[in-house]
């Protein structure tokens, strides 16, 4: 199997993790407060990562950091993403929350331009706005049922707490682009996990419930299959290029339609369904202009190489 298959293959299974992690997530979401499913998901996924960091050898010195405050700020705005997250799952449809959450790579290009000092030309922002207006599509009945009864207030914060952790998770993704310049990726994901476990007892005040023995059962597997699926995208981004498996995420709108259709008796809106292709669209095309720019650089670095 070629690396390029294998990559594709890593990143499908990933996307699966993250999606019965999700769906886990849900289930329990009507009794277990959004703080202590980040605990349960955070903490239960150390085990599998460690195992996975000894099984590579790196068990001495792939948890070393040279960033200790790098580590902290991004398990503060990654926890937060996915405390956000998990409130969602209690208020929206899978699919419509997986639906908003698209908008991360998007925002992700305006987050980089901001902080990163990136340069975003015509083409990247008219994919930034093409997202934007997906992401509106899907959010626009819930923010006009603002007025209705509390289901429809329930929705349309669903629908902003949603759109919140996808902001969250952008500005994530920025601080792992800053990390990766000094941290080994088994750190990163390491220290991350130990972070949101910290950060999360303190939601403890806020109502923490003593789970029922299905509850654990489903968080603590959410917390093994998450660390599974963040193995599983390591591994899929070492053996190609992000810009290579990173369309192969949106394989996972399918699945939680699916899911949210047999499990939850979710049904799909017009709306949503519209939203959910502009927001894609926008996602593939940045995915593409991102891989053509890094062939740019590529060329460019070789013609400044001395030849001969």
């Known amino acids: 199997m070629s690396p390029v298959a294998r990559a594709i293959l890593f990143k499908l299974g990933a996307v699966t993790m993250f999606i019965v992690m999700a769906s886990l997530i849900k289930a329990a979401s009507a009794r277990v407060p959004p703080g202590e499913a980040v605990f349960f998901r955070a903490f239960f996924a150390i085990p599998v990562i460690l195992a996975w960091i000894a099984f590579q050898g790196q068990l001495r010195t792939g948890l070393k950091t040279k960033n200790p405050t790098g580590h902290f700020w991004r398990g503060l705005v990654g926890s937060t993403a996915m405390g956000l997250s998990f409130a969602a799952l209690g208020l929206l449809p899978l699919s419509e929350v997986k639906a908003i959450q698209y908008a991360q790579p998007v925002l992700v290009v305006v987050f980089a331009a901001m902080f990163l000092g990136e340069n975003v030309r015509v083409f990247r922002m008219t994919a930034v706005i093409l997202g934007l207006v997906g992401v509106l599509v899907i959010m626009w009945p819930h923010l006009t049922a603002f007025s ?149 650089r590529t060329k460019g670095r070789k013609a400044m190489t001395p030849q001969g």
Request: proline share 3%.
């Open 148 to 296: 209705g009864g509390s289901l429809d207030a329930a929705l349309a914060l669903g629908a902003v707490v949603a759109l919140a952790s996808a902001t969250f998770a952008a500005l994530a993704h920025v601080f792992v682009r800053k990390l990766v310049q000094s941290e080994q990726t088994s750190a990163i994901v390491f220290w991350f996990s130990v972070t949101a476990s910290s950060l999360s007892l303190l939601t403890i005040p806020f109502g923490w419930v003593v789970p029922t023995f299905n509850d654990a059962v489903m968080l603590i597997s959410a917390g093994l299959v998450g660390g599974v699926g963040q193995i599983f995208l390591t591994t899929s981004y070492r053996n190609a290029d992000a810009s290579v498996v990173a369309p192969f995420e949106y394989a996972s709108i399918l699945m939680a339609l699916g899911i949210g259709y047999v499990v939850f008796d979710e049904v799909p809106t017009a709306m949503m369904l519209i939203g959910i292709v502009l927001i894609v669209a926008a996602g593939v095309l940045i995915n593409w202009r991102e891989r053509r720019l890094g062939l740019e």
